[in-house]
């Protein structure tokens, strides 16, 4: 991948000014702990082998110009004009991260900027939070910033919101702070966070995308935060909190009828719970008791389509195809966990499977799940990795 890119950016950009810096960026899934980050709770995520490559070299002037591998499309503009513009599509996140750190206080020059990933987009496994902090850490190294990963996860998360998306804190984080053979379990409120060792044994990530395309900014995601805040006023009235999480399940069952509507009362009750069944998968990987993932895993996924109300059927079909797969060889323990990954409205699920039925679930499942939707899924065995950093 090093080789195709540096001949890439050659061709794109010469020669003429030296040979390009090198960065990777890893994709994220989370195994547990869904849509709680920006309400204060825990979440358990993982960064992938997956994920965005960069090859970047400072130019003379302020222009920026990037090239997408992907897309086959260069988007080009100055440091002086940092405004959203539709027609830059991608690369609208780029120019996000720039003109947050521009506002913060940074300084940064023009440099060109050959991207190539091999992570799906919009399939929830964070192609966004992926991009925009492979293209913050190359600018810190490139331009003598020194920002520390915890704070370009910062940044990267503020820098969302110039393409409309109001997201939480877990995404940059997991993209910048992963460990190989790791997941992080992160306290979403004060961002203290501990890496959890992933010691499956015979047992794989096994990530299953609907090709079902979604996007946060054009999906019910800001809708469902927005109702989370009015839960927790709600909820303030009667409890000294700041963030629903602080919120343990019986507590909130004893202050839940604060909450005036019953649509907000369910996307909190979700909240809460799923903080507290995040809490207990760390617990199990810890203790090395896999056994407890399926449970929580699965009232994870009814919590997300029940209360949260963000599976939909692209989703739903998959979940209950490899929920079939597993309750048949329920006898044999050939999933341990099951249930849809990342915001909703489309995506992946994540499933833990034993290494020895790879194949047959992926057929089975597969097969069910193109039956139900006339869709072919695609399925990535998930390798751990180590944040973004430069190679």
Avoid at 205 to 223: F, M, P, Q, V, W
Wanted: proline letters at 3%; charged letters at 25%; a negative charge.
């Amino acid at each position: 991948m090093r080789e195709q890119i540096l001949e890439n950016f050659r061709k794109k950009f010469g020669t003429e000014g030296g040979e390009p810096r090198i960065f990777f960026s890893p994709g994220r899934v989370n195994l547990i702990g869904e849509h709680i980050d920006y309400n204060g709770g825990l979440v358990l995520p993982c960064a992938l082998s997956l994920g965005t490559y960069g090859a970047i070299r400072k130019r003379n002037d302020n222009m920026v110009k990037l090239f997408s591998g992907n897309f086959e499309t260069f988007a080009e503009f100055s440091t002086d004009e940092l405004v959203r513009d539709p027609a830059h599509k991608w690369g609208n996140y780029p120019k996000g991260v720039l003109a947050t750190l521009k506002e913060a206080g940074y300084k940064v020059g023009g440099f060109d900027m050959y991207i190539l990933g091999n992570l799906p987009s919009g399939a929830g496994l964070s192609s966004s939070a992926c991009l925009n902090t492979l293209v913050a850490t190359a600018l810190s190294a490139l331009f003598d910033l020194n920002i520390d990963p915890i704070k370009i996860a910062q940044l990267c998360q503020h820098a969302e919101k110039f393409n409309g998306v109001n997201c939480g804190i877990m995404d940059p984080f997991a993209c910048a702070i992963g460990k190989k053979d790791h997941a992080i379990l992160l306290n979403c409120n004060n961002l203290k966070y501990e890496h959890i060792p992933l010691n499956l044994g015979d047992y794989r990530i096994l990530i299953a995308n609907t090709n079902h395309r979604r996007g946060l900014a054009d999906s019910k995601y800001n809708e469902r935060r927005a109702q989370c805040e009015a839960a927790l006023s709600d909820l303030q009235k009667v409890c000294d909190i700041s963030e629903l999480c602080e919120l343990s399940p019986e507590d909130f069952d004893m202050n839940k009828g604060a909450i005036t509507e019953e649509t907000h009362r369910k996307r909190a009750e979700h909240a809460v719970h799923e903080n507290q069944r995040t809490k207990d998968a760390a617990n199990s990987l810890k203790q090395g008791e896999l056994q407890q993932l399926w449970d929580l895993t699965v009232a994870s996924h009814m919590s997300l389509d029940e209360l949260y109300d963000v599976v939909g059927n692209a989703l739903r079909a998959m979940f209950e195809a490899s929920y079939a797969y597993a309750m048949l060889h329920k006898d044999t323990s050939r999933v341990l966990g099951t249930r849809m990954t990342g915001a909703g409205f489309g995506g992946c699920t994540v499933s833990i499977i034993h290494k020895d039925y790879i194949d047959d679930f992926i057929k089975t499942v597969g097969d069910k799940y193109y039956a139900c939707t006339g869709v072919k899924p695609s399925f990535y065995i998930a390798e751990t990795s180590d944040g973004t950093s430069e190679i």
